[in-house]
């Protein structure tokens, strides 16, 4: 793969492997450092092809999640076993891996731009816009773009398609799943709300367990099983599914309704 060429999205891979040593230098301390991230599973990704090889992850910032995943995916490929011990891991790095963002938060301000060259496929939401829900048409160009990375490499999506937990997964990954057959492959990270803002730009607090748990392919029969059953096996596997709720304590469940109200009340006295 010469570097001077292109991907099928029409990006430099000289400069993407660029961006992806600079900034990769530059946010390792965030889980190598200021935070420490304990990985488990990262040897599965070892022995995955090169293409077709979709990852579904429970979703927490907006940045700092795929950047973490980055970080495992180049060092595991590199020969390290569940560390990211030594940022030169990043020398070589992967140019086939992409993430799927919502277009409306690739477009503002200049890092997530940088963010977006380094390997998102942007799309518009169906459900949400500019803070507001919305009811609209899927974009075909969206999934065609997503069958395009899958079959130049590998797809980090989250499909819930918000950094809220317990929320639905969205039907168009099961959609997905079904049409290209890929290799599914579930992570479940924790730690990141706590330790960084929503953006996934700032540091909250330092001195955080993050945690990722990349787990084994999921069991699919594309032909024939149903979208609900895609959809639950995905819920269950990136530990979403509402019987979750049940084994988490009263007091912890509480306290992240009464953020998220102090959070709506404070929004709403900036706009009056």
Do not use: C
């Amino acid at each position: 793969m010469g570097l001077f060429k292109k991907n099928p999205f029409g990006h430099y891979l000289i400069l993407k492997k660029w961006l992806i040593r600079i900034m990769g230098g530059l946010t390792h301390q965030r889980y190598q450092g200021f935070n420490d991230l304990q990985i488990e599973g990262s040897s599965i990704i070892k022995n995955l092809p090169d293409r077709n090889v979709l990852f579904v992850s429970n979703h927490q910032t907006y940045f700092a999640d795929v950047v973490a995943m980055y970080h495992v995916f180049n060092a595991s490929l590199s020969g390290r076993d569940d560390n990211i011990k030594n940022v030169g891991y990043l020398w070589d790095p992967k140019l086939n891996i992409y993430y799927v963002a919502a277009a409306e938060t690739m477009k503002k301000g200049l890092l997530p731009k940088i963010l977006a060259y380094a390997g998102s496929i942007s799309i518009d939401r169906t459900w949400r816009a500019d803070g507001q829900s919305v009811n609209r048409q899927v974009k075909m160009s969206d999934i065609s773009n997503i069958g395009k990375a899958l079959d130049d490499g590998w797809v980090i999506t989250f499909p819930q398609g918000t950094t809220k937990p317990w929320k639905p997964i969205r039907k168009g990954t099961a959609f997905i799943i079904k049409k290209y057959k890929p290799i599914v492959i579930p992570i479940v990270i924790d730690g990141f709300r706590r330790s960084f803002d929503k953006k996934g730009i700032r540091i909250k607090k330092r001195n955080i367990l993050q945690s990722m748990v990349i787990k084994e392919p999921l069991e699919i029969d594309y032909d024939n099983e149903e979208i609900e059953s895609i959809i639950e096996k995905i819920e269950f596997a990136i530990e979403q599914h509402p019987s979750f709720l049940k084994v988490i304590p009263e007091s912890e469940i509480k306290a992240h309704e009464s953020l998220n109200e102090q959070r709506r009340y404070s929004a709403k006295n900036k706009k009056e």
